[in-house]
């Protein structure tokens, strides 16, 4: 079993919807839990970085996290063409940063 | 202005030829770390170094080789021992190792 589960996709969505982006991990000593954007042929970069249960927002983006069961959320309200790209869940604990291998995303206009 | 840059973009290497792939930061972080992503693939950890001088191997280290001799500089060095070396790689530092992690904009290796 994978460290990390992320559903590969594609996610195509019609502008404006509301996308739902998810993991599961099953080691529960990572803490801190980030989403990065990854557009094609790019870097990836940091959307979001959270550390306890609980949602936290950012403009469209809001990152939810429960430890409990032990699964992370990505949501983009109002999602825009613009949003069409790769996004990786990360989560890490002590001296490792374990990445999901990322779900594409197709925003249409 | 501050970030980190990779160089070449694009490499093409033939088979039995060493290349490297360079990685500047000018962040002032600590900790660098060298992936390799391929497509449908999680990003794979290959070297990662905690401070100047000192390195560890990831989860793939096998045919690639780093060195650590300046805090701003962790060059990556695809060996021809590696036997599947096309693939995309990223550089990426942190200030501390649970801190989140900063990617440069990666190299695309093409083995012809």
């Known amino acids: 079993q994978k460290e990390v589960e992320q559903d590969p996709g594609p996610l195509s969505v019609p502008e404006g919807a509301i996308v739902s982006l998810n993991c599961t991990y099953s080691n529960s000593a990572f803490q801190y839990f980030m989403w990065y954007r990854q557009y094609s042929r790019k870097g990836p970069e940091l959307l979001m970085y959270t550390y306890s249960s609980g949602n936290k927002e950012d403009g469209r983006f809001t990152a939810q996290v429960d430890k409990s069961s032990k699964y992370i959320s990505l949501f983009i309200r109002d999602s825009q063409p613009s949003d069409s790209a790769t996004y990786l869940c990360a989560m890490t604990g002590g001296f490792k940063t374990i990445f999901g291998a990322g779900t594409r995303l197709f925003v249409k206009a | 202005d501050g970030g980190i840059t990779q160089s070449p973009k694009y490499l093409f290497r033939k088979e039995g030829q060493n290349v490297t792939l360079s990685c500047e930061q000018n962040?002032?972080?600590?900790?660098m770390y060298w992936y390799r992503q391929d497509p449908g693939q999680g990003l794979r950890l290959i070297y990662y170094s905690q401070i100047v001088n000192d390195f560890q191997k990831g989860d793939i280290a096998e045919g690639y080789s780093v060195s650590r001799e300046k805090k701003e500089s962790f060059p990556l060095t695809v060996t021809s021992a590696q036997k599947n070396p096309t693939a995309f790689y990223l550089c990426a530092s942190t200030e501390g190792p649970t801190d989140t992690q900063y990617f440069g904009p990666g190299t695309r290796l093409t083995v012809l």
């Open positions: 962040l002032n972080h600590d900790a």
